[in-house]
């Protein structure tokens, strides 16, 4: 066991500070203790002393934090741990429930001992107010105190709750109805023309005609060449001492336990390391590379038209040649309707859509369409 030191407390009723804690009434207006008296240590530690202790009542082994000044349950008074009855009233300290710091003082329990000192001759609307001390109504706990857990217990999933309720507002299908208003299309030809280029690759593709092949180098390749013997620096913590540091726990009763605390210290060392770093070079590769005549296909020429009717066309307005071809085209439909959106459409769909047609939508907040239907 460490030392035991002195503590103190300040009288509450008159403001003087710095009272000796072994000490329980105060010097300057001769009040006892309050309840919510809270002890501290100031300035050097005071260590206390054999006899202190004995004049206090209490022995040294009981300055262990279990042997802590208690409350009266009568009248409130805190007194001194020695003393087996209270100061002010006379209540006995065995039927104290409360103790320095209005913790529970935990007691062995048998199967007939009451909830309450004297539960036996209490009423039962004086049961509930000494339950109701205690934050406890019918052996559960005060409306408030559960409030309170419960907000602790669920601020995650609330919040979680938020965004799932922000998904099903902006995902949640809404119904729309609307007319069709309008149309539009465009179409396009795209002309291309076969030309005859020249390219070079290290295959010949289908229909490539070779006019050369030469030897050239292609790429490089990382091969080892060797290792070699690498010395590193580096560092790391190693124990160099300890150092003792002092903490103090409140033993409830006027005194102070010390602890003391053994902290390791380290240094940064260094040291050397060795290691085999594998050196690689670049090899060269050489290949044939060849050199090649090919057909491709290139764009020439657009011919677009558009509408904003049903009558779709392609404009064909011009003549092929030999080497030309019009297979590249392109078209697209619009849907118009009156409340200002419009969709794409395939052609068939498109065309056998008449004025005035109406559709039911069913879509996010998003704009997304989950499914259409024939109003």
Same mark, same amino acid.
């Given at each position: 066991?460490?030392?035991?030191?002195?503590?103190?407390?300040?009288?509450?009723?008159?403001?003087?500070?710095?009272?000796?804690?072994?000490?329980?009434?105060?010097?300057?207006?001769?009040?006892?203790?309050? *309840?919510?008296?809270?002890?501290?240590?100031?300035?050097?530690?005071?260590?206390?002393?054999?006899?202190?202790?004995?004049?206090?009542?209490?022995?040294?082994?009981?300055?262990?934090?279990?042997?802590?000044?208690?409350?009266? $349950?009568?009248?409130?008074? &805190?007194?001194?741990?020695?003393?087996?009855?209270?100061?002010?009233?006379?209540?006995?300290?065995?039927?104290?429930? *409360?103790? =320095?710091?209005?913790?529970?003082?935990?007691?062995?329990?048998? %199967?007939?001992? +009451?909830?309450? +000192?004297?539960?036996?001759?209490?009423?039962?609307?004086?049961?509930?107010?000494?339950?109701?001390?205690?934050?406890?109504?019918?052996?559960?706990?005060?409306?408030? /105190?559960?409030?309170?857990?419960? &907000?602790?217990? #669920?601020?995650? +999933?609330?919040?979680?709750?938020?965004?799932?309720?922000?998904?099903?507002? &902006?995902?949640?299908?809404?119904?729309?109805?609307?007319?069709?208003?309008?149309?539009?299309?465009?179409? !396009?030809?795209?002309?291309? !023309?076969?030309?005859?280029?020249?390219?070079?690759?290290?295959?010949?593709?289908?229909?490539?005609?070779?006019?050369?092949?030469?030897?050239?180098?292609?790429?490089?390749?990382?091969?080892?060449?060797?290792?070699?013997?690498?010395?590193?620096?580096?560092?790391? !913590?190693?124990? $160099?001492? =300890?150092?003792?540091?002092?903490?103090?726990?409140?033993?409830? /009763?006027?005194?102070?336990?010390?602890?003391?605390?053994?902290? %390791?210290? #380290?240094?940064?060392?260094?040291?050397?390391?060795?290691? !085999?770093? +594998?050196?690689?070079?670049?090899? %060269?590769?050489?290949?044939?590379?060849?050199?090649?005549?090919?057909?491709?296909?290139?764009?020439?020429?657009?011919?677009?038209?558009?509408?904003?009717?049903?009558? %779709?066309?392609?404009?064909?307005?011009?003549?092929?040649?030999?080497?030309? *071809?019009?297979?590249? *085209?392109?078209?697209? =439909?619009?849907?118009?309707? $009156?409340?200002?959106?419009?969709?794409?459409?395939?052609?068939?769909?498109?065309?056998?859509?008449?004025?005035?047609?109406?559709?039911?939508?069913?879509?996010?907040?998003?704009?997304?369409?989950?499914?259409?239907?024939?109003?």
């Amino acid at each position: 066991m460490g030392r035991i030191v002195k503590g103190y407390w300040s009288c509450s009723y008159c403001g003087t500070c710095d009272i000796d804690g072994l000490t329980d009434i105060c010097p300057n207006c001769g009040k006892q203790k309050s *309840r919510d008296v809270k002890y501290y240590m100031k300035g050097a530690v005071t260590e206390v002393t054999d006899e202190e202790l004995e004049k206090a009542g209490i022995t040294k082994e009981e300055c262990d934090g279990n042997h802590k000044d208690w409350i009266c $349950d009568y009248c409130g008074q &805190l007194n001194n741990y020695s003393a087996e009855s209270c100061v002010a009233c006379g209540g006995l300290r065995s039927e104290a429930t *409360r103790e =320095y710091g209005e913790a529970q003082i935990h007691k062995e329990e048998s %199967p007939l001992q +009451p909830d309450y +000192p004297g539960e036996e001759n209490v009423s039962i609307s004086d049961r509930q107010d000494l339950a109701l001390q205690d934050g406890i109504k019918d052996g559960q706990p005060s409306s408030e /105190n559960h409030i309170l857990r419960l &907000l602790k217990k #669920y601020k995650l +999933p609330a919040v979680m709750m938020l965004f799932v309720f922000l998904f099903i507002f &902006l995902f949640a299908p809404v119904t729309k109805t609307v007319t069709v208003t309008d149309f539009s299309w465009e179409r !396009q030809i795209t002309l291309e !023309q076969e030309r005859t280029v020249k390219e070079d690759d290290w295959s010949v593709p289908d229909g490539g005609r070779v006019y050369d092949e030469k030897w050239e180098f292609k790429e490089y390749e990382t091969v080892l060449d060797h290792y070699e013997t690498v010395n590193e620096t580096k560092t790391r !913590q190693v124990l $160099d001492h =300890y150092e003792t540091s002092y903490s103090y726990i409140d033993n409830g /009763n006027g005194t102070f336990s010390e602890v003391a605390n053994q902290t %390791p210290v #380290y240094r940064t060392a260094t040291y050397t390391e060795s290691h !085999q770093e +594998p050196v690689y070079r670049q090899e %060269p590769i050489y290949a044939t590379k060849y050199y090649y005549e090919i057909e491709r296909w290139f764009d020439e020429a657009v011919y677009s038209s558009a509408g904003q009717d049903k009558k %779709p066309y392609w404009d064909e307005s011009y003549v092929l040649k030999e080497n030309e *071809r019009d297979t590249k *085209r392109s078209e697209t =439909y619009i849907v118009y309707y $009156d409340d200002g959106s419009k969709e794409s459409a395939d052609y068939e769909e498109w065309i056998n859509t008449e004025y005035g047609d109406g559709f039911v939508f069913k879509q996010n907040r998003l704009g997304m369409t989950y499914s259409k239907s024939a109003e």
